[in-house]
């Protein structure tokens, strides 16, 4: 298990099954491009930025294109057994109709618990003019105040392996989440909850925290707006002026393929429910001590990067200019106590 006193950003731990990339604390420069790719981007102003749960609409789209999946398959098989082998037609149609109902059973009853669940849903903020974070991870989910330089953050990749079964292959793929934590007051070396965002790749985990970063540190500018991407509709008008792009883009063919997915995904009504959902959710949930917080403090009060931030960004743009990248096992990592060491891999890095 890795203890946090072990944890600096640029730092590696890996083993045969985990790669762990600390990003923060002293959060440096990254040199990638920031992209909000989960969406978790909820508000952004000239004093914090909101992040908060990823699109409800994306996860709920591809649960409806597997259930559908599951409904044609098992379609096709019992018309197969009918048509082939003189099958009465009263069994195919009872199990075709059943397995329509029971997922779509389940399918409402996700929705409607991802509602409820919402409603309850806090988000972190970050202010950029006291340089500090505001998280639910306090008792009873009150939110703490930590420095912004010493929030704690990583990317995990991990090798996830499906065992051998009687008629398939074992086989294995990665998946990396970022992981955003503050230290444990009670315990020298753990942490206090966690805020994970599943990013895929390691490279996404990394240019969402940059969202993040160059909020903090170049200002708003430098961070994506919400729910404004080029390629993703999130808002029910956002999915229906991108699919009529998409017919003047497309040919024939492919636009038929696209309309045939969104039918099997529910394009449109989980769309329609994304913007129900935002509509009937009370986000501005935050207490009024930290409503009082957020307000904005002269430009003169404004907190700035600490001499150690200031350090180990030049140590790492200096490796950057010579053809380095973050995450390279050479990377030079500025330790406050060290001044600088190097990457070492760890043998058991925290499975979380």
């Known amino acids: 298990m890795i203890s946090r006193q072990q944890m600096m950003a640029g730092k590696i731990f890996k083993d045969k099954l985990n790669r762990i990339l600390v990003l923060s604390p002293l959060p440096i420069e990254t040199q990638h491009t920031p992209y909000d790719g989960a969406h978790i981007v909820k508000a952004k ?26 409904n044609l398959f098992f379609a096709v098989v019992g018309l197969s057994f009918y048509f082939l082998f003189s099958y ?19 399918l409402f009853f996700y929705m409607y618990s ?19 974070v505001a998280l639910p991870f306090g008792v009873n989910h009150e939110y703490v105040i930590v420095p912004w330089e010493k929030l704690y953050a990583w990317a995990q990749t991990s090798i996830i392996t499906i065992p051998p079964s ?12 970022l992981t955003i934590t503050i230290a444990n007051p009670t315990n020298a070396t753990g ?7 599943d990013g ?3 490279i996404n985990c990394i240019m969402q925290w940059e969202c993040i970063r160059s909020f903090m540190e170049r200002g708003p500018d430098a961070c994506p707006e919400p729910s404004k991407y080029p390629r993703k509709a999130i808002t029910l008008e956002e999915y229906k002026a991108s699919r009529k792009r998409m017919r ?11 309309k045939l997915i969104d039918w099997l995904q529910y394009s449109y009504f989980f769309h329609w429910f994304s913007d129900v959902t935002e509509a009937r959710t009370q986000y501005d949930i935050f207490p009024e001590n930290i409503k009082r917080w957020s307000e904005p403090i002269p430009e003169d009060q404004w907190q700035q990067p600490s001499d150690e931030l200031i350090e180990a960004n030049f140590l790492a743009d200096d490796f950057y200019d010579v053809g380095g990248r973050l995450g390279d096992v ?9 001044k600088v060491s190097f990457n070492q891999q760890e043998k058991n890095p925290d499975k979380q």
């Open 45 to 70: 102003t000239d004093v914090y930025l909101d992040i908060g749960y990823n699109n409800i609409c994306e996860g709920e789209e591809g649960l409806a294109l597997s259930f559908n999946c599951f």
């Open 166 to 177: 009687e008629t398939l292959r074992s086989f294995a793929f990665r998946l990396s989440t």
């Open 248 to 258: 003047k883009e497309l040919s024939l063919w492919p636009w038929i393929m696209q």
């Open 114 to 132: 991802t509602f409820l669940s919402l409603k309850k849903y806090r988000f972190i903020r970050f202010n950029r003019q006291r340089r500090e």
């Open 88 to 106: 009465n037609i009263d069994y195919p149609i009872f199990f075709m109709l059943s397995s329509l109902t029971g997922t779509h059973v389940f």
């Open 330 to 338: 050479n990377m030079p990592v500025y330790d406050p106590r060290k």
């Open 191 to 197: 942490f206090k909850d966690r805020y994970e965002v």
């Open 200 to 202: 895929e790749a390691e």
